[in-house]
């Protein structure tokens, strides 16, 4: 069993999994024994009890498994060297977990990636965080040195995070949209007071979009109306430029893409406000029409 496993590295690593698996068996194992009893002392609880102490002997043929492969990974130590980090901010380093320094509390990160290596290089790379108990016959410089070594899930939460911000950069280019000099796209839409920012591709052609429709729905004469109309269109231009200067498209295709798009929502609206006007005659009363627009904003 475990014939597989050859070097210090390979089978202190697994040793290391298999006592993290018994510590949380042991834990599981008094809890669940606790709730038993718990359940012992209520007749309605017999179904709970019944299905706890299932589990229970589960977990106990379990953690003879596990109980069994550490006796047997055990006895292929011959004495090689071994690194263990104290869990707290400033941790040392030590040769094994019986240094006279710790205590019976005290917890360990066992660095099984340095098993079998070489004690003084392993206090050259501890350094500062080298256990002088443990590494006696270590040059007073590598106490000066600062630690080269860490803890196997911190380095691994520093990689996710960094593979996580990276996925995220991938994907906010392949989606993202910004004018062609880097700077956010804000835009001032024609029914908003404030600019807000297109961050996406998508939203942009949509934004773009929903603007034609309205350039082309209003029919106001009104001069603050006017003016709105031609400041987006001037938006629109400049959120087309940016889309064409993301997709590599020439700025025409993207303007033709949009506004086809655009002239199916006029239509559909054009339709929807004829078979409104059948349904209110009173529209085309002037006096109403204008009570209207006062209404409805002017459109």
């Known amino acids: 069993m475990f014939d597989d496993l050859k070097t210090p590295v390979e089978i202190d690593t697994k040793l290391a999994e298999f006592y993290y698996e018994q510590d949380g068996?042991?834990?599981?194992?008094?809890?669940?024994?606790?709730?038993i009893e718990d359940y012992a002392e209520r007749e309605y609880y017999a179904g709970s009890k019944a299905k706890a102490e299932a589990k229970l002997e589960e977990l106990l043929e379990r953690y003879s498994i596990v109980f069994a492969s550490v006796q047997i990974l055990n006895k292929k130590y011959t004495g090689w060297s071994r690194a263990f980090l104290v869990k707290n901010s400033n941790g040392h380093i030590h040769a094994s977990m019986n240094c006279g320094t710790c205590f019976p509390t005290t917890q360990y990160i066992w660095l099984t990636d340095l098993s079998g290596q070489d004690r003084l290089e392993i206090a050259g790379l501890a350094g500062e965080k080298a256990c002088s108990v443990c590494y006696p016959d270590a040059p007073s410089e590598y106490f000066l040195r600062k630690c080269q070594l860490e803890d196997p899930s911190v380095v691994k939460a520093r990689e996710e995070r960094a593979i996580a911000k990276a996925e995220r950069e991938a994907k906010r280019i392949a989606t993202g949209i910004w004018n062609p000099d880097g700077s956010e796209l804000r835009v001032a839409s024609w029914s908003g007071s404030y600019k807000e920012t297109l961050k996406t591709e998508r939203t942009a052609r949509i934004w773009a979009k929903d603007q034609m429709v309205w350039v082309a729905s209003s029919s106001?004469?009104?001069?603050?109306?006017?003016?709105?109309?031609?400041?987006?269109?001037?938006?629109i231009e400049k959120v087309l430029v940016a889309i064409a200067n993301k997709t590599g498209q020439d700025l025409e295709v993207v303007r033709a893409e949009i506004s086809n798009k655009a002239n199916k929502d006029i239509v559909k609206i054009q339709r929807e406000q004829r078979e409104w006007a059948k349904l209110n005659p009173?529209?085309?009363?002037?006096?109403f029409r204008e009570q209207y627009e006062i209404i409805n904003g002017g459109k």
């Open 220 to 235: 106001s004469k009104k001069d603050y109306r006017l003016e709105k109309r031609a400041e987006t269109i001037v938006e």
């Open 25 to 35: 068996l042991k834990f599981d194992i008094t809890n669940l024994r606790s709730r």
């Open 282 to 287: 009173q529209y085309d009363n002037p006096e």
